[in-house]
């Protein structure tokens, strides 16, 4: 790797920032190759030194392709096997949608290159422009916020960093230990060598000084039941089928035995509440005898404020017992949940007409759910992956919740990569995590980000344990994203600094380099 120098041809560093793209997804569950976190950005900053803007902006572009080519190939299941495409269709939309976040890459290659492109601080420019860029994908175009590179390592003793910065903090850290180590190999003087050790040394020796825990146990235990229903994508929404869905939820349940709360995941209840009634009542009606808590999503439907003769759908998620509250989604899958351009693109294919496609955004702020002496932060499905979003829910709560079917990824990598999200929501904001799910990975995760009890994945089952509320608030529930994003801003001021002390590069018929 270190044999990159300045005079390496092109088309060798487009193959090394290929190759780092596609390595990269690996340092991720299911495959937990963590190391690939430091060393594949490492591999990229080697190709990108010392390039053009233009140069740059390519290189960037294929580590893009090579990343989400690997790491979202899950996106080809749910257009072909649920979204009714042929494998011909389904290979081009998933490639194309691949191309179109690797331009995310482009544009970081670039601003790296224009403002980075020489000076000894190269590698601190690298690290603080790849956290700006993370936090980026958090909100542009409503966000793609997955595979942040501070993900692999919640299972390192480096995880202690989470409660402090948030996965931004393990992102920052990632990069910066990846090219901090190349560049310790780099430097051509023992100042710069030392000065490279002492911030590399920083994070490693601040592990020691960080508490495991910020938050406390507040309350006694509450006993969890999370019912994993199994049902086939195809089946979910077909008419008819609506009495035998609830039938097998409600069988499933009584297996559980007596709770403090019962969990339905997401749309479990294929239809508005109204709709559902008349099976539900029965059932909700003892339950609320047994002094058993019920929470289930499902589609709900609500009059549009400013013109109240139109009707609004949402994905919803609501406590039926013992006192009714619901929350809406706040951040929505495009083409899964709504339809960009709609006017246009609707009943162009299957893909652009999936059930439930229509679903819209809340019309104001959600709050916790109120369950007795519990407020519980509330996260369905992709909302997960926002660690802002979930941070402001957790404030003024004790408990996540996050509900999901992963139905639609099939048996690809993305549940696996789905639950790592999750455990790192839970170690951020010091919470115990209740995540359930249609077919797995249902799972129990304490506030160290721990699964303390999982359900068999792809079949029918009930979760039965214990949870704790949680009191007290982490370092990142209090600041959020910020102080990660102050430090990226410095590594990028002292790269820009090194460079307008840094001589004049020599004419291009003095120097290779020059290229």
């Known amino acids: ?10 088309w060798l560093r487009a193959l090394a920032a290929a190759l780092a793209g596609g390595l990269t997804p690996l340092a991720f569950a299911p495959f937990d190759l963590w190391p690939l976190a430091l060393f594949a950005p490492a591999l990229l900053w080697l190709c990108l030194r010392d390039q053009s803007p233009r140069r740059a902006a390519w290189l960037g572009w294929l580590f893009g392709l090579g990343f989400y080519g690997v790491g979202i190939s899950w996106v080809y299941v749910s257009i072909h096997s649920y979204g009714n495409a042929s494998a011909l269709l389904a290979g081009l939309l998933t490639a194309a949608f691949v191309a179109a976040l690797a331009l995310l890459g482009a544009a970081q290659g670039w601003m790296y290159g224009r403002l980075f492109g020489r000076g000894g601080g190269q590698w601190l420019g690298f690290v603080g422009l790849w ?24 299972d390192t003793p480096l995880a202690l960093w989470a409660p402090v910065g948030g996965v931004w903090a393990l ?15 780099l430097a051509r003087t023992t100042r ?10 920083l994070p490693l020796a601040g592990i020691a000084l960080l508490p495991l825990s ?12 999370l019912v994993q229903g199994n049902i086939p994508q195809q089946m979910k929404w077909e008419s008819g089928r609506l009495f035998d869905i609830i039938s097998r939820y409600q069988q499933l349940s009584l297996q559980a035995g007596p709770v403090d709360l019962l969990i339905w995941p997401e749309t479990a209840i294929p239809s508005t509440l109204h709709q559902a009634e008349r099976q539900l009542s029965p059932f909700v009606a003892a339950l609320a005898r047994s002094g058993t808590g019920f929470i289930s999503g499902l589609p709900s439907v609500v009059q549009d404020s400013t013109d109240p003769a139109r009707s609004i759908y949402h994905n919803s998620l609501a406590i039926l ?15 899964g949940e709504y339809v960009p351009l709609e006017s246009w693109l609707r009943g162009l294919i299957d893909f652009f007409n999936l059930p439930m496609s229509a679903f819209s955004l809340p019309q104001s702020e959600q709050q916790p759910l109120p369950l007795e002496s519990h407020r519980i932060a509330a996260a369905i499905c992709y909302e997960i992956a926002y660690p802002e979003l979930v941070r402001r829910s957790s404030l003024n709560s004790d408990l996540l919740l996050t509900v999901s079917n992963d139905t639609w990824f099939g048996r690809s990598i993305a549940p696996d ?29 304490d506030s160290q980000g721990q699964i303390r009890a999982q359900a068999p994945r792809y079949q029918s089952a009930v979760l039965v344990d214990d949870v704790q509320g949680m009191r007290g608030l982490t370092p990142y529930q209090r600041s959020g994203v910020w102080p990660a994003l102050l430090i990226a801003a410095l590594f990028c001021s002292l790269a820009l600094i090194s460079r307008l002390r840094a001589p004049a ?5 003095h120097s290779r380099s020059a290229r």
């Open 214 to 225: 910020w938050t406390q146990s507040s309350g006694a235990p509450l006993k969890v039941a």
């Open 1 to 10: 790797m270190f044999a990159m120098d300045r005079a390496a041809p092109l």
């Open 417 to 445: 990569q789905h639950l790592q999200i999750a455990r790192m929501r839970a170690l951020e904001n010091g919470r115990w995590l209740i995540r359930a799910t249609n077919n797995g990975i249902s799972a129990l995760v």
């Open 321 to 335: 017992t013992p006192e009714p509250a619901v929350y809406h989604k706040q951040r929505l899958v495009p083409f």
């Open 192 to 201: 710069n060598r030392l000065l490279t050790a002492t911030l590399l040394s």
């Open 131 to 154: 956290l700006i860029w993370e936090w980026v994908r958090s909100w542009l175009l409503t966000g793609f916020p997955w595979l942040y590179l501070g993900y692999p390592l919640i």
């Open 171 to 185: 992102s920052l850290i990632a990069v910066l230990l990846g090219t901090g180590l190349v560049q310790l190999l």
């Open 505 to 509: 590069p020599k004419p291009r018929g």
